[in-house]
């Protein structure tokens, strides 16, 4: 036998039930534990819709009347009787529990546009990086400088060229192996 919207349903008092569908409480107060919806630990309080004839019931704005598909009751009270009354309002895919598993089985789908954006920068700095890398290229087959080791030329403002080796005699320091460490102590600190 299925639910369908619109069925009275009895809740025991005693607890223990696993509710099926979202259902309004008509008659009595519930105790609920909503920890696999919400993921809250403490359980809590159903409470019955107002007896007023002229008042339309709102789903998303009165959910303290509401009993979730997949909560447990943990125990009611009612003030005559041993069951508590509720009205179906939901069943399967469109209850609470069932827009939550059907957003995880079809997730809607994902906006694109940062990612797009995303690649139109990376397009852009790499077509960038390829004319300044062709420039280069250029410019070093047209300045004609040797890749062999130790032979790298450098243009100095007088306009002359002089290899690394001649660039440090020039500078005074001598090869790089014999540039001395800076002393990185404090003067007030000596070594033994």
Same mark, same amino acid.
């Given at each position: 036998?299925?639910?369908?919207?619109?069925?009275?349903?009895?809740?025991?008092?005693?607890?223990?039930?696993?509710? !099926?569908?979202?259902?309004?409480?008509?008659?009595?107060?519930?105790?609920?534990?909503?920890?696999?919806?919400?993921?809250?630990?403490?359980?809590?309080?159903? #409470?019955?819709?107002?007896? !007023?004839?002229?008042?339309?019931?709102?789903?998303?704005?009165?959910?303290?009347?509401?009993?979730?598909?997949?909560?447990?009751?943990?125990?009611g009270k009612?003030?005559?009787?041993?069951?508590?009354?509720?009205?179906?309002?939901?069943?399967?895919?469109?209850?609470?529990?069932?827009?939550?598993?059907?957003? #995880?089985l079809f997730?809607?789908?994902?906006?694109?546009?940062?990612?797009?954006?995303?690649?139109?920068?990376?397009?852009?700095?790499?077509?960038? +990086?390829?004319?300044?890398?062709?420039?280069?290229?250029?410019?070093w087959i047209?300045?004609?400088?040797?890749?062999?080791?130790?032979?790298?030329? #450098?243009?100095?403002?007088?306009?002359?060229?002089?290899?690394?080796?001649?660039?440090?005699?020039?500078?005074?320091? +001598?090869?790089?192996?014999?540039?001395?460490?800076?002393? #990185?102590?404090?003067?007030?600190?000596?070594?033994?």
């Open positions: 036998m299925e639910l369908v919207a619109g069925d009275v349903v009895l809740i025991p008092t005693t607890g223990g039930v696993m509710m !099926e569908c979202d259902a309004v409480l008509v008659e009595g107060t519930a105790v609920v534990n909503e920890s696999m919806l919400t993921g809250e630990s403490v359980p809590v309080t159903k #409470i019955p819709v107002p007896d !007023e004839a002229d008042s339309k019931f709102v789903y998303d704005l009165q959910r303290q009347h509401v009993v979730f598909c997949g909560t447990e009751v943990m125990q009612v003030q005559d009787g041993t069951h508590c009354r509720a009205v179906v309002i939901r069943t399967g895919f469109m209850t609470t529990k069932g827009e939550l598993v059907r957003s #995880i997730p809607p789908p994902l906006d694109f546009k940062f990612h797009s954006d995303f690649l139109k920068s990376i397009y852009v700095f790499l077509s960038l +990086g390829l004319v300044g890398m062709a420039y280069s290229l250029y410019q047209r300045l004609g400088v040797s890749t062999k080791k130790n032979h790298f030329k #450098i243009f100095l403002p007088k306009g002359e060229i002089l290899c690394m080796e001649k660039l440090y005699r020039h500078i005074g320091v +001598g090869k790089p192996e014999s540039v001395p460490a800076p002393n #990185i102590l404090p003067p007030t600190i000596s070594l033994p």
